[in-house]
């Protein structure tokens, strides 16, 4: 029987050990987990921290004694992989709680050892208190400094989705919030004019939003910063939220290929440079859904999806990945925002000629109650109607239409293709002709002109 030794064990790792326990009766599977909880919900901790979530139990999907029982995997939590030695195939480990350390040999091994937040030069940084959200420790910490100092106001650093979303959470807790984004707009993902709908919102809601600066020092009292604008803030802690970048240094350090993106490099399969080795999630470099270059996606979803590609190609069933959309989406107040695929500046960078259609209507039957204002925009191909990628915000609805261009790309189809998607509808929901029809007719109409 083969033996199994995967790294990390919360959203790539334990997701591929339960698709390969699926796949295969026999394997012996051993799971390391450096941190203290395996298989927390990431994307639910924000939510904990904005009490929307009373339990934070239920973040918690698996445990190491449910895994042992109900699939016969173990996970060894508090254990961390220090080295890999690839001629012998086997794991240097270091025993947190017995403080010692051991090999693990395997016949093939997983990687999904996550990112690590980046840190931003600031003087002054180590008098605030500052934290980053990534494990399930970083939240119980937050949770219990706020409410151990009585901490009234936040200086979020970082306007993408996490700095939003703990924009959100911490302003429904009663805070005082500033967030700080060193570009002009909030949310890079989103082209400029959908972000600007975002940025009026974080406005109407009381947010201290302070764009195209940064924080150049802080003061001895950990509380008062200087911005680069010159304006100067106070705030009781940080949260720092300005990226994030692959944990690579076990596969540096083995000598496995690392891709220009930073990411480790992996094949249609999952498969490192040395086919032994196998990366998933957030460390690894995959490749644009529609450009085909290098790229780094690091959510959810493709994790897991490569997490069962993974498992398997381990099993000798594989499947290939076809690459990354980027699809992502984000509520902010009472807004939400979701893009995929490649937005207006990765379109001028890539080169490629491209036209834009855009859809402003309600989500639904503009008589029905709760009718509200949705933006959808689409980048296209002037040549073949191809699609690129879209953009939706609006109170209601944004997942709805993404996830009808998700498909639509997945599938295949062209712009003009979306006039025929027949649509659910009733008032409550739609209207005859949805926002996603309207961009098929309006890209017809345009790609008409051109033709004459
Ligand atoms: P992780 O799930 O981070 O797991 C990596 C694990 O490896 C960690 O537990 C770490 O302790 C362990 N590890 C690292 N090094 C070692 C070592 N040497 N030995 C042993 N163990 C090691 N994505 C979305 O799509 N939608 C969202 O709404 C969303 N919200 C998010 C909100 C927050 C606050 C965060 C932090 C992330 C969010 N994400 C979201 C991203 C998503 O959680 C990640 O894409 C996903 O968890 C990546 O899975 P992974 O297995 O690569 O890494």
């Known amino acids: 029987k083969k033996k199994i030794v995967v790294i990390g064990g919360v959203a790539g790792g334990a997701t591929f050990s339960s ?11 051993v799971v390391i987990e450096k941190s203290g909880t395996m298989s927390f919900a990431n994307c639910g901790l924000p939510y904990y921290l904005g009490g929307y979530i009373q339990d934070r139990d239920q973040l918690i999907a698996a445990t190491p004694e449910s895994f042992q029982k109900e699939r016969n995997i173990e996970v060894r939590v508090r254990h961390e992989a220090v080295h890999i030695d690839r001629n012998q195939k086997e794991v240097r480990i270091l025993d947190h709680i017995g403080n010692t350390q051991y090999s693990e040999s395997y016949d093939s091994l997983l990687l999904s050892p996550g990112v690590i937040p980046v840190i931003p030069e600031i003087e002054g940084l180590s008098h605030a208190n500052c934290f980053s959200l990534r494990a399930f420790e970083d939240m119980l910490k937050i949770e219990e400094q706020i409410e151990a100092k009585q901490f009234k106001s936040v200086c979020i650093v970082g306007g993408g989705f996490i700095g939003l979303e703990m924009a959100d959470n911490l302003k429904k807790r009663g805070m005082n919030v500033h967030l700080i984004q060193r570009s002009k707009h909030v949310l890079s993902v989103l082209d400029k004019d959908m972000s600007e709908i975002i940025e009026e919102e974080l406005v109407k809601q009381e947010i201290d939003l302070h764009t195209d600066t940064t924080i150049q020092k802080i003061e001895e009292d950990g509380c008062t910063l200087h911005l680069t604008n010159g304006q100067v803030i106070t705030a009781d802690f940080l949260i720092l939220s300005v990226g994030v970048k692959p944990n690579r240094y076990l596969a540096e350090q083995a000598g496995l290929d690392i891709g220009v993106t930073g990411g480790v490099k992996v094949n249609e399969f999952m498969q490192t440079s040395d086919p032994a080795i196998y990366a998933v999630g957030d460390v690894i470099e995959t490749f644009d859904f529609i450009t085909k270059q290098p790229k780094r996606v690091p959510l959810a979803w493709v994790t897991h999806r490569q997490a069962y590609l993974a498992a398997r190609h381990v099993t000798g069933h594989p499947v290939p990945y076809k690459g990354s959309l980027g699809t992502s989406i984000c509520k902010v107040f009472t807004l939400h925002a979701a893009s995929l695929g490649l937005n207006e500046e990765h379109l001028k960078e890539s080169g ?59 599938g295949g189809l062209t712009v003009t293709d979306l006039q025929e998607i027949e649509i659910a509808y009733a008032p409550p929901f739609s209207s005859p002709k949805d926002p996603i029809n309207m961009i098929g007719y309006k890209a017809l109409k345009k790609l008409n002109k051109q033709a004459h």
């Open 352 to 410: 490629l000629s491209y036209e834009t259609v855009v859809q402003e209507s309600n989500q639904h039957a503009g008589y029905y109650p709760g009718a509200a204002p949705l933006k959808l925009k689409v980048h296209f191909s002037p040549e073949d109607g191809k699609i690129y990628g879209a953009q939706a915000v609006g109170k209601d609805g944004v997942d709805k239409r993404m996830d009808v261009m998700a498909a639509a790309i997945t």
């Open 19 to 29: 698709q390969l326990r699926m796949l295969d009766e026999e394997a012996e599977i």
